[in-house]
């Protein structure tokens, strides 16, 4: 075998020819080069952006994560012509040609501290005007010398009040696009549209129907937002009355919220239970004579809010809200909030709880935090209080030192230093509605 193995051109370990044969060209039986067997896709050359075509600022997508800060005062911040951003009562409210009144992000639930700062430029949320055409959710129709065809134009009930002498004729109308910047004028009146009361059995006779239907309006943390006022008339379309269903941090206050709905709707609410408003259009409503407003294309970022925690609160010194803070640790909440609940009766058990303890704990755990932060804010108002801290997922409040007791014959609050929280008893109960 090593005899074997050392002839030259022989392999012991293959199973072919360690020199192949040559090719011969005059040969018929010449071996081609195999074919894929995928053929390779040709894919179209990528298109070259236009370095001349500068996108416009406002549908520049800006980072949530940025550190961007600009401190802002009352007046306009930012103008372009007609259309300008402004920092007034209201907050932030952007102000456009011809509108009834300036838009808003949320008309319900913002603060009534004016912002100190914004996290973005000052841009507005609506579609520019360099648009050649409003956005209507569809492809725009091509005209009929590209196509040579007739453009089968939708055509859609009329909402205008008959025609005296023509019962029983259907009146259709053609669709057209909704012109932006271009308010129609309110020929008549809020009263004027809604005529008269209704009647009991009118009322009941609206709502029963929808009682158990889930076609209504839900309404969030960020409550009555700018949008929702579209929304609110794309339901009066078919139906005379609207339901709205409210949940989280908004119903605390509900009667804040159903004010800005009367507001800017021009509606009338005939019906309230808990969190749940039937919003009526009015006996004179005409769907075509409705307000239209531009749409917001994304949510603006939240401006800067000056802190609501303070290490010195009103009528405190530093060591007294410490003592305070450390005491609330081994103090029992009054209750706990669950997750996009209905706090209608919030106010009310704080103040009644204030009656026994200077002190209040809420619980909180499983919320957002910017849900129980707004929350505080909206109860520093409302009862009023003074908020000591956010620690572990709890509202700490101080009833304050102007509290006045609801019952006549209560007893003066004593001085700060001589609170014992520990010495009052109280049970932690669940808030779920």
């Given at each position: 075998m090593a005899i074997?193995?050392?002839?030259?051109?022989?392999?012991?370990?293959?199973?072919?020819?360690?020199?192949?044969?040559?090719?011969?060209?005059?040969?018929?039986?010449?071996?081609?080069?195999?074919?894929?067997?995928?053929?390779?896709?040709?894919?179209?050359?990528?298109?070259?952006?236009?370095?001349?075509?500068?996108?416009?600022?406002?549908?520049?997508?800006?980072?949530?994560?940025?550190?961007?800060?600009?401190?802002?005062?009352?007046?306009?911040?930012?103008?372009?012509?007609?259309?300008?951003?402004?920092?007034?009562?209201?907050?932030?409210?952007?102000?456009?040609p011809g509108a009834p009144f300036e838009f808003q992000y949320s008309y319900s639930e913002t603060p009534k501290v004016k912002p100190l700062a914004i996290r973005e430029p000052a841009f507005l949320p609506f579609a520019p005007p360099t648009m050649p055409r409003p956005w209507t959710g569809k492809a725009p129709l091509k005209s009929a010398k590209e196509k040579k065809l007739k453009r089968k134009v939708p055509l859609l009930d009329s909402f205008g009040p008959m025609a005296p002498g023509t019962s029983g004729v259907k009146e259709v109308v053609m669709a057209r696009p909704v012109e932006l910047g271009k308010y129609p004028k309110q020929e008549k009146t809020r009263e004027e549209i809604l005529g008269e009361p209704l009647k009991k059995w009118e009322i009941k006779m609206l709502i029963q129907p929808q009682l158990s239907d889930n076609r209504q309006v839900n309404l969030g943390r960020d409550g009555l937002t700018h949008n929702m006022l579209d929304l609110i008339h794309s339901h009066w379309k078919r139906r005379p009355v609207c339901k709205v269903k409210c949940k989280g941090v908004p119903t605390v206050d509900m009667d804040n919220v159903c004010r800005h709905i009367e507001e800017r709707t021009k509606g009338k609410i005939i019906h309230r239970v808990g969190g749940v408003v039937y919003l009526f259009r009015g006996r004179n409503y005409s769907y075509k004579d409705r307000p239209q407003y531009p749409l917001m294309l994304w949510k603006p970022a939240a401006p800067v809010y000056p802190k609501l925690i303070q290490e010195a609160p009103e009528g405190l010194t530093k060591d007294q809200a410490d003592e305070f803070r450390k005491k609330g640790k081994r103090l029992l909440p009054i209750c706990k909030l669950a997750k996009n609940g209905v706090y209608i009766t919030l106010v009310r058990d704080v103040r009644h709880a204030?009656?026994?303890?200077?002190?209040?704990?809420?619980?909180?755990?499983?919320?957002?935090?910017?849900?129980?932060?707004?929350?505080?804010?909206?109860?520093?108002?409302?009862?009023?209080?003074?908020?000591?801290?956010?620690?572990?997922?709890?509202?700490?409040?101080?009833?304050?030192p102007n509290w006045i007791s609801m019952h006549q014959a209560a007893p003066s609050p004593s001085d700060t230093a001589d609170f014992d929280i520990l010495s009052s008893t109280g049970r932690g109960t669940s808030y779920n509605p």
């Open positions: 074997v193995a050392s002839l030259p051109g022989f392999n012991l370990f293959s199973s072919l020819p360690s020199n192949p044969p040559p090719n011969d060209p005059n040969s018929s039986t010449t071996s081609a080069s195999p074919s894929p067997p995928i053929p390779i896709p040709k894919y179209p050359p990528p298109l070259k952006k236009s370095q001349n075509a500068a996108p416009n600022p406002a549908l520049k997508t800006v980072h949530r994560r940025t550190k961007y800060y600009k401190p802002v005062r009352d007046g306009v911040i930012s103008s372009d012509g007609d259309r300008a951003v402004v920092i007034g009562e209201n907050g932030v409210s952007y102000l456009l204030f009656e026994g303890s200077p002190l209040v704990k809420i619980d909180c755990r499983g919320m957002h935090a910017s849900d129980y932060k707004k929350l505080g804010a909206k109860l520093k108002e409302l009862v009023p209080c003074v908020l000591l801290s956010f620690d572990d997922e709890h509202i700490l409040m101080w009833r304050g």
